[in-house]
């Protein structure tokens, strides 16, 4: 059974960071994309950042209202996807979710809620 375990989220302050973790079960992670997904309250779920799995091509994207503030990762040997979010704003306040693609095929996380307010 897949799953995908979202975590690291909270309440943080304008100008703060905070590291999301998404732990991976259940599949072979390394050939999976992994994606980092957001919904805000009231507005459609929003495609963040992707990194590409083994063997692709596909260079790292993100959304351009994070470009050079959010960063993601993902470390295969611990079947763990990241992000980094630095110089948060309250606009970033969202559900964040992680999904994971192969050809497909989506999983997705139950998501961690961050909430950046003063």
Known sequence: ???LVESGGGLVQPGGSLR???AASGLT????AMSWYRQAPGKERELVATIPGDGSYIPINYAESVKGRFTISRDNAKNTL???????????TAVYFCKA???FTNYWGKGTLVTVSS
Not at 29 to 32: G, I, K, L, P, Q
Not at 82 to 92: A, G, I, R, V
């Open 82 to 92: 990241y992000l980094q979010m630095n110089s948060l704003k309250p606009e970033d």
């Open 29 to 32: 992670f390394s050939n999976y």
């Open 1 to 3: 059974q897949v799953q």
């Open 20 to 22: 999301l973790s998404c």
């Open 101 to 103: 693609r192969l050809q």
